[in-house]
T-cell receptor, first 111, second 117 residues
Framework: AQSVTQPDIHITVSEGASLELRCNYS??????LFWYVQSPGQGLQLLLK??????LVQGIKGFEAEFKRSQSSFNLRKPSVHWSDAAEYFC?????????FGKGTRLHILP | NAGVTQTPKFQVLKTGQSMTLQCAQD?????MYWYRQDPGMGLRLIYY???????DKGEVPNGYNVSRLNKREFSLRLESAAPSQTSVYFC????????????????FGDGTRLSIL
């Protein structure tokens, strides 16, 4: 069955440290993949998207993600986090008349 | 630059009451969506409208109805509210036309926080 898994419910990192949020998908071919961010009390905002081509995609706010077909993964990274990055992050997959969101990873930042 | 506008932002209902959540987008998008967000559950699709004049069920449609009033507006109705429908409701839109699941990202409103007592 098609699915999106975010293995980490919560992640805590120190301000200035690097970040990697994991996302795995289950689908027979290459889906369209997205990362969204949700700040408290807000809707979801698109960070970046992958359709095809270069497997390393750049997004807004200094985020990037790498598509790895062999691992069915689309992990989100940032070299140095800022306190304002504290939010919930959702990985999503579009394909075959389905839109599937992961359950989210909440990012906490230590000062 | 309004994007997707949802009204109201907050609402408290009693069990059995009815209510309509409103959503409007000003981006000329073809597709519109209603989600609910519950702790630990992520976003679950309630209904969607791939294009003006069409609506289809999503993952959790029971207890809800929708109307695609025109290209801009997509409303969600709770005919007889139940405590299990306490949630945060998000409306979204995208450029994708026809079937959903395309390569266009979705644009979200800020949500309606609904409590049912």
């Amino acid at each position: 069955a098609q699915s999106v898994t975010q293995p980490d419910i919560h992640i805590t990192v120190s301000e200035g440290a690097s970040l990697e949020l994991r996302c795995n998908y289950s689908y027979g071919a290459t889906p369209y993949l997205f990362w969204y961010v949700q700040s408290p009390g807000q809707g979801l905002q698109l960070l970046l998207k992958y359709f095809s081509g270069d497997t390393l995609v750049q997004g807004i706010k200094g985020f990037e993600a790498e598509f790895k077909r062999s691992q069915s993964s689309f992990n989100l990274r940032k070299p140095s986090v800022h306190w304002s990055d504290a939010a919930e992050y959702f990985c999503a997959m579009n394909r075959d008349d389905k839109i599937i969101f992961g359950k989210g990873t909440r990012l906490h930042i230590l000062p | 630059n309004a994007g997707v506008t949802q009204t109201p932002k907050f609402q408290v209902l009693k069990t059995g009451q009815s209510m309509t959540l409103q959503c409007a987008q000003d981006m000329n998008h073809n597709s519109m969506y209603w989600y609910r967000q519950d702790p630990g559950m992520g976003l679950r699709l309630i209904y969607y409208s791939a294009s003006e004049g069409t609506t289809d069920k999503g993952e959790v449609p029971n207890g809800y109805n929708v109307s695609r009033l025109n290209k801009r507006e997509f409303s969600l109705r709770l005919e007889s509210a139940a405590p299990s429908q306490t949630s945060v409701y998000f409306c979204a839109s995208s450029e994708a036309g026809g079937a959903i699941g395309g390569n266009q990202p979705q644009h979200f409103g800020d949500g309606t926080r609904l409590s049912i007592l």
